[in-house]
């Protein structure tokens, strides 16, 4: 016996009807005005109904109304993975992430110093936030690619070996794709000191990484001071070193400090 090969409704490409509030499908249904077009296909499952019941339009609309919200739980169950990971999360899914390792967006200590300014060195274009309110004078709430970094730090500070070799791995994880690093200096006694390397931080960062945001020190250890760099990816000035992050006379540049925390 040969069964006639089955017919399967062609998935619906047209969800707005242009109603306001409204998206339609073709056989009438309403779908979640939220959600928009579906986002899981029953084809596969329409293809297993046999020819005798297959050619039969009701009887295909049927399966289809029953099947599509059973796909789109499915669909939206294996996107959440993705939309929660680190790398991809943005908005609440990322504060959701940042709970989950420690870190929360509202930061404890406004950062002063971070939104578009004229005539103010690091605050012109390309390097400032613009203010989100009309009354904001301080970043309170880190967007999205700050709030990030910071969740890395977190993480990679969580699995941190308490060692300086262990420290330099753990900042460029954080700091890894953004072309910053950190170089670190034991002062003995207690006490250490960061230096940012690569281009000279936006606003955000500096302001992040000055306040201690990304400390990475054992307990009780303060910090001396904060070194970020003057101009783009030049090394430091010091003595007894050649690489590209520290040079002597007439290469390395003295560092733009700020106090310790």
Do not use: C
Not at 22 to 40: E, F, H, M
Not at 81 to 91: I, L, M, R, S
């Amino acid at each position: 016996m040969t069964f006639p090969v089955p017919t399967i409704p062609s998935l619906i490409t047209t969800w707005d009807s242009g109603l306001p509030g409204a998206n339609w499908d073709a056989t009438g249904l309403r779908w979640d005005v939220g959600q928009g077009p579906s986002t899981g296909s029953v084809a596969s499952w329409l293809a297993l109904v046999t020819g005798e019941h297959a050619s039969k339009p009701k009887y295909m609309t049927m399966l289809t109304a029953t099947f599509q919200p059973l796909a789109d739980t499915i669909a939206v169950l294996e996107s959440i993975p993705q939309a929660y990971d680190v790398d991809n999360a943005v908005g609440s899914q990322l504060d959701t992430t940042g709970a989950l390792v420690g870190a929360d967006r509202h930061i404890q200590t406004p950062l002063s110093g971070v939104f578009f300014s004229w005539d103010v060195d690091g605050l012109g274009w390309g390097q400032a936030n613009w203010i989100p309110g009309i009354d904001a004078t301080e970043l309170v709430s880190l967007p999205d690619s700050q709030f990030r970094t910071l969740i890395y730090a977190k993480i990679a500070a969580n699995h941190w070996d308490g060692s300086i070799p262990g420290a330099y791995d753990v900042f460029d994880i954080v700091f890894q794709g953004t072309g910053f690093g950190v170089l670190i200096q034991d002062l003995q006694g207690m006490h250490m000191s960061f230096a940012l390397t690569g281009p000279v931080p936006d606003a955000v960062t500096q302001a992040l990484f000055t306040g201690g945001y990304f400390n990475l020190k054992p307990a009780g250890v303060h910090i001396d001071k904060y070194y970020l760099p003057p101009v783009d990816n030049v090394p430091y000035f010091g003595f007894g070193v050649e690489n590209d992050n520290i040079a002597g006379w007439g290469v390395g540049y003295w560092g733009v400090t700020s106090p310790g925390s």
